[in-house]
């Protein structure tokens, strides 16, 4: 009991530093490119859990049989949900993107299916249907041309690679540090997308990147809600059943909305708010399955 206990910590603690982040890269968007943006936050991140892997004495070793499983978390998790969440958000808002991806859990009900083989059963089949409801209600089903409908689309996207790479999570062997699993996923991440970003640095706007709000962001993407987050959402997901774990998203969608409200003067509509009750609706029953 006190390991589930734990194990939700980590995970609501997890899902509310996510939140933040919504906040804090819609700022940085303004000065950095999405691509360029990931790029330095994996490199941050990358070097503050190597640095506390060696204080901490941490063991790097992973059997060659493992390897594949923590490369397609870095590529399909690390790189390919999290480019999509900055592209996303950078096309939408902050409330959007938080609210969206709190889709995870409903659509980790699939994976778990095809993944870990759990049965489907009505509850969860209505959880997914109320979720994706919810989804189109807040990107709108109007003319997709429109950026902000294309940042819906592409933050439900994002949503759909976190939850497979959550799901995928649970089939690391337990006996690795969630540390070392995280540094590996995110140093495979960082690698992808380094042959991508060099040519397309704007250097220009070096002396904009060291105003101290942008760097003080870059830093907190980078170290809090990347090496932090993301070590605390695989601890958490050791400790706890993947389905059950999921719910701790709505922290996410929370924090990032009242955040979004207080911080950058958003503003929502009520198919906003339809679209969001599904969703958490959605995330309901899963828990209550």
Not at 93 to 104: D, K, P
Not at 255 to 262: A, E, R, S
Request: proline share 3%; with cysteine; net charge positive.
């Amino acid at each position: 009991m006190r390991k589930t206990c734990l194990g939700q910590v980590y995970l609501a603690l997890a899902a509310s530093i996510w939140g933040s982040m919504y906040v804090v890269s819609k700022i940085v968007l303004a000065v950095i490119q999405p691509l360029e943006l990931a790029w330095l936050r994996y490199l941050v991140a990358f070097f503050t859990l190597a640095i506390i892997g060696l204080a901490t004495h941490q063991s790097w070793k992973i059997r060659r049989e493992d390897v594949p499983l923590i490369l397609l978390i870095g590529v399909i998790g690390y790189f390919g949900s999290i480019w999509a969440q900055f592209v996303g958000t950078k096309l939408s808002t902050a409330q959007m993107g938080a609210v969206i991806t709190s889709a995870t859990p409903a659509f980790m009900v699939l994976f778990a299916r095809l993944l870990l083989k759990e049965r489907i059963t009505f509850k969860k089949a209505a959880a997914v249907l109320l979720a994706t409801i919810g989804v189109l209600l807040i990107i709108g089903l109007g003319d997709i041309r429109t950026s902000y409908h294309l940042g819906g689309i592409i933050l439900g996207a994002a949503a759909l690679t976190w939850a497979l790479v959550s799901v995928l999570v649970k089939r690391v062997p337990s006996e690795y540090s969630p540390l070392v699993v995280t540094s590996y996923a995110v140093l495979t991440a960082f690698l992808v997308i380094t042959p991508m970003v060099i040519p397309h640095i704007n250097y220009s706007q070096a002396n904009l990147i060291l105003r101290p709000a942008i760097y003080g962001g870059v830093l907190y993407i980078g170290i809090v809600s990347t090496a932090g987050g993301f070590y605390l959402w695989n601890k958490g997901l050791q400790m706890v059943d993947a389905g059950t774990g999921g719910v701790y998203f709505f922290f996410q969608p929370l924090v990032g909305t009242l955040l979004g409200w207080l911080l950058l003067g958003e503003q929502v509509g009520i198919t906003f708010w339809i679209g969001a009750l599904l969703i958490f609706g959605g995330v309901l029953l899963t828990i209550k399955e």
